[in-house]
């Protein structure tokens, strides 16, 4: 440890070349840090799905409703602790670009089966009060500049109409990648206003008592409606957003070939400057052998610098990532899980200290296997 | 007088690890980059080509996709009679529509996907000129028969020609197979529109959208301006080239921000790496240099000297990166497209366009990262250069 000084001064003496280095691992972390902010934000919706939690959907596709009677049958199977149900609006909110997700919402049973959500009891209760009530998520609300009491039109492009919504509430999240674009008003606004689809819902989802019940509630619920004018299919929260995910096709390939194609680049930057360094100071080395130091310290030596690079690089790399995506999402709605997740970082700076002793040892072992005597002579 | 380029050749081969270690850096971005544009205008391009200039699509008012719709026949029976739609022997070509969304499992994974499935009328061919039987027959009027897209097949499980197929309530067979030309009617699944509606449970006398063949791409505006001037009606026309445009817009806006954050990203680390090849060359070289400069070529001689070798790097890795990316021309994805909710199949398109801006963006990479170097070259004072040796 007593060497690092040694290390650190040698980094020192050609700036623009480590500054060169150092940028090139940092951009490259930072390009690693945005394709799993990326990759999460396709799969997001399977990490954060609850596992004690069914989707009853329309065995059809989900845009099919399901009748409001279902609600009670299901109740009644054992195994079964609570149950919800939301229906799809898709409103327009000044400009088809904004767009956010918006569902008619069971108010009684919405906080005991999505206890992720967090709002306050006073402005829950408003909420109930009000028939028009909305509630919003705080990403939202920050997007759009809203305020608790703010009349909010929404166009409707499902069920005509100019509808307006009074925000009660901002619900939070009580995890970093909850959920925070959905705007929730209550269901019995919009099936009395309806014109068509009365008495149907989007769809269910049911709280279990334990995970373990899932399979056979699921089972129960499907043969329960089975040949029924509405059948229904039954999965996990995890297994439909799983489901969905696959469906945007193989963007994870395609962010594994381009993480590849960067790694290479990478390791071959690096391992280049290293080379040119380590070829320049041959001399010096040398003399550091010939006074007594072992080729294992050459070794480490070298090894220990080019370390040293990665590590700053790595952490630069992800920190500037870090802070860009806590500026939010760039494409404005279309990714709403967009952040670097904790795992994500560990993985990058492993990942930099890899390539950072992959790059070194080529350099570091001819270093450590060069003659004194060869290497002097050219002095 | 000029530096020989010859000197650059040379001098490329002796440090020929560092150069192809840039080259390589650029042919890699530019690979991603031209990559992603691709895909983006594959996308595009496919839902583009579904829509005519010579159709016109029509909504009601408010309605932001197909899905969403609600004409009812009432009005159907207003826009066969308007001005502006082609007749085919007294028959006005209109196709009122009923477009849903069905669950089946893709072939790849067993997982299910979105399918859209459209009830259309029996006028449907001849609206759509862009449609064209490949397979089998047109499914009789009246009964539960499918055609499907000529990609549905090889993409959904159960849906080829001749299977039976459960969904909705009803058991159908798959009597033809179409061409859509490769636009996103080939991932779609295509019946009866009033046998669609029975399934489903519909209402039978409401539709969608109506397809409407006008008798030239001018006559848009006359049934426009009829339709939206009839207190009896409430609805948006377009010219269907325009809808499947906007409906393609988030996707491809998508594909559009993420690859060119990407590949600005990768950009910037080739430039690092070109930075970092042309410094070593320009300090490793300061003896040739000052020697160049000390039997006359001037300042400026030596600037283009290292911006053209620079700029040779940058284009050789440009146009590796070019050709390494040549064969996913063509080559078949698929994706959802958030905006009608359902799955798609399209292919990457690697247009002479796109090969074009991956090189310049190669070459302004070669530029950023020779022009530093080159002026440092040509600034370091003669006498201390040559007094190191």
């Given at each position: 440890m007593k060497f690092a000084p040694l290390i650190i001064a040698n980094l020192f003496r050609k700036k623009l070349r480590t500054t060169l280095t150092i940028g090139s691992f940092a951009v490259a972390m930072f390009l690693f840090g945005i394709l799993v902010v990326i990759r999460g934000a396709f799969s997001q919706g399977v990490d954060v799905a609850g596992v004690d939690r069914l989707d009853v959907i329309n065995k059809v596709s989900i845009i099919q409703p399901l009748p409001y009677s279902y609600r009670d049958q299901i109740l009644?199977?054992?195994?079964?602790k609570a149950i919800t149900y939301d229906n799809w609006f898709g409103g327009v909110y000044q400009d088809e670009k904004n767009f956010f997700p918006q569902f008619a919402i069971d108010p009684e049973n919405q906080r005991v089966v999505f206890p992720e959500f967090v709002i306050s009891d006073a402005e829950w209760k408003a909420f109930l009060e009000d028939r028009e009530g909305a509630i919003a998520g705080a990403g939202i609300a920050k997007r759009f500049g809203w305020k608790v009491g703010d009349r909010i039109p929404i166009k409707g492009a499902i069920y005509p109409g100019n509808w307006e919504f009074n925000i009660r509430g901002i619900y939070r999240g009580s995890?970093?990648?909850?959920?925070?674009?959905q705007f929730w008003f209550q269901y019995k606004y919009l099936d009395e206003r309806r014109q068509y689809g009365k008495g149907l819902v989007g769809w269910y989802t049911v709280k279990l008592?334990?995970?373990?019940d899932a399979v056979r509630v699921a089972k129960t619920i499907d043969t329960m409606f089975a040949n029924s004018p509405y059948e229904s299919k039954t999965e996990t929260e995890k297994a439909l957003a799983s489901d969905f995910a696959k469906q945007f096709g193989n963007i994870e390939f395609l962010i594994v070939s381009i993480g590849g194609v960067v790694f290479f680049t990478l390791l071959l930057v690096t391992g280049n400057t290293m080379a040119i360094t380590v070829r320049e100071r041959m001399g010096e080395l040398a003399v550091l052998k010939a006074v007594g130091f072992t080729d294992r310290f050459v070794l480490l030596f070298v090894l220990g610098e080019s370390l040293l690079i990665a590590a700053i690089g790595g952490v630069l790399g992800l920190a500037l990532c870090k802070v860009f995506t806590l500026g939010g999402d760039p494409t404005h709605g279309f990714l709403p899980f967009f952040y670097l997740p904790g795992p994500g970082i560990l993985l990058g700076i492993g990942l930099a200290l890899t390539v950072g002793i992959l790059a070194g040892i080529l350099p570091a072992t001819s270093a450590m296997r060069m003659r004194v005597v060869d290497a002097l002579r050219g002095v | 007088m000029a530096v020989p380029i010859v000197y650059n050749l040379r001098s490329v081969r002796a440090r020929w690890v560092s150069a192809i270690v840039a080259v390589l850096g650029i042919a890699g971005t530019v690979g991603v980059f031209i990559a992603m544009l691709s895909l983006a205008r594959g996308f595009q391009a496919t839902m583009m080509s579904s829509g005519s200039a010579d159709n016109a699509l029509i909504r009601?008012?408010?309605?932001?996709?197909e899905i969403d719709g609600t004409v009812p026949l009432e009005q159907v029976r207003v826009i066969q009679d308007a001005p502006g739609v082609a007749r085919d022997g007294g028959q006005p070509l209109v196709s009122p529509e009923v477009v849903v969304i069905a669950a089946f499992p893709l072939i790849a994974t067993g997982t299910d996907a979105n399918v859209q499935v459209r009830g259309v009328s029996g006028e449907v061919l001849n609206v759509r000129k862009n449609v064209n039987m490949k397979e089998g027959r047109f499914f009789t009027p009246g009964l539960s028969e499918l055609i499907v897209g000529r990609n549905v097949p090889a993409t959904y499980a159960g849906l080829k020609l001749s299977d039976t197929v459960r969904f909705g309530g009803g058991n159908w067979k798959v009597v033809g197979v179409f061409d859509a030309g490769g636009s996103a009617f080939d991932s779609e699944v295509w019946c009866d529109n009033r046998v669609l509606s029975q399934v489903y449970k519909r209402p039978e006398s409401i539709f969608s959208s109506i397809t409407v063949r006008l008798?030239?791409?001018?006559a848009l505006r006359e049934l426009k301006d009829s339709l939206t001037s009839d207190p009896r009606m409430q609805v948006q026309v377009d010219r269907e080239i325009d809808y499947y445009e906007k409906q393609s817009r988030g996707l491809t806006t998508l594909i559009r921000v993420l690859g060119t954050l990407v590949a600005v990203i990768m950009g910037i680390g080739a430039i690092f790496g070109a930075l970092n090849t042309m410094y070593s060359a320009v300090s490793e070289r300061s003896r040739e240099i000052a020697t160049m400069r000390a039997i006359g070529f001037g300042a400026g001689a030596i600037v283009v000297s290292f911006i053209f070798e620079a700029l040779l790097i940058a284009l050789v890795g440009g146009l590796i990166g070019s050709i390494a990316i040549l064969p996913l021309n063509g080559l078949t994805t698929s994706a959802l497209n958030w905006q009608t909710f359902s799955h798609l199949a399209f292919a990457f398109r690697v247009t002479p366009l796109l090969l074009g801006i991956g090189i310049i963006f190669a070459l302004l990479m070669g530029l950023i990262g020779g022009v530093p170097p080159a002026i440092r070259a040509a600034r370091r004072p003669v006498a201390l250069a040559l007094r190191e040796l």
């Open positions: 009644r199977i054992p195994g079964v995890r970093d990648n909850d959920d925070l674009t008592n334990s995970p373990d | 009601r008012a408010g309605a932001t996709s008798t030239s791409p001018a």
